[in-house]
């Protein structure tokens, strides 16, 4: 079946892309991508990096000291919820790329194949050289899914997307039951090989470990697959509904969103935090994307008062523009600062608490948001969008 073959669906007019950017998206992307290293940072600077996060377990932090206070503001801020917002926008490309597609006349998911394809093999790169934890790899599956059902029936998409949210939430709840009722505590010890290998090992050695350990290092994907398709269809309704326009629609639908997801994602998450490891994969993935909605009606509700975007708005929006080459340049970033094979500074500054990983978030939040505010002035995409579309005219 083609585009031309499937009921496009009803947009409100500030939700139909017309070759303008929504300055909202961009804007929500950046703030996106910085926060999914405040949940990353911690990964990079922790015993054993990677792999140090898998076998130590959860390791949610204790509120009882200040060191514990900041890793625990920080997890209650941001682990899982910018996951979930880089989700929902990203289904909210995808819904924007259909539209484009549909008004060219072009079949779908035609072209949109290989641009999955290659997604899929960027991520694959970037999981091997660069970071265990990537996310690339797991989006392009399910876009190739949800791509295809684009050209279904609303009433199909809806289906599917409720079904998706049911059965995730229905094996997190089995797993957090299996945890809570387990004698683990789900702080294990990491191995001190694991810890020497990033403090001190070789790259072609941690290249080597990822390969070695790929199946276990590949798990988040798997396990939140049926996330991952509910969110990307959620950000497809978002879209079409015109909650990123800048009218009295997307206003509207904002406020709502910062209401609820705010005023109950807030004290659900908190709560879930305070209750400890045991429910750990539940605040992850599953009162996240709550609060990932109250960051949409957030942040749109800052943008819709700001009148000149200062250094801040504009950072954020550069950001979101390169969001691709951002999302790996901090990575890349933060492993050259932390691992032995660059600076080595988890090591180093491993007793001197939580205030210099938060110094490391807040600098490579800096570099990337003047980085690509200077690239930006020169050329018209990021570098690694640029090769990605160089890559798929060929």
Known sequence: MTHTDATVPRTSESARPTGRRLPLLDVLRGAAILGTLMTNVWIFTGPGAEWGALQS??????????AGAVEGTFSVLANGKFLSLLTILFGVGLAIQYGSAARRGQPWPGRYRWRALFLFGEGTVHFVLVFAWDVLMGYAVTALLVAWLLTRSERAQRRVMWWAAGVHLTVIGLLTAGLALSDDDGGGTVSQDVVDLYAHGGYADQIAFRLENAIALRMEPVLTFFLLVFLFLLGVRLFRAGAFGADETGRRLRSRLLAWGIGLGLPLNVAAVLAGPDLFLLARYGTAPLLALG???LIG????????PGPLMTGLT???????SGYVLQNVLCVLISYGIGLGLAQRLDDTGPWWVVGLWVTVCAVLMTGSTLWLRRFSAGPLESVQKWALRH
């Open 318 to 324: 550069s950001v979101g523009r390169t969001a691709l």
């Open 295 to 297: 960051y949409i009606g």
């Open 301 to 308: 509700a800052v943008v819709d008062r700001i009148r000149r």
């Open 57 to 66: 377990g959860s390791g949610e932090p204790s509120f009882g000291s200040a």
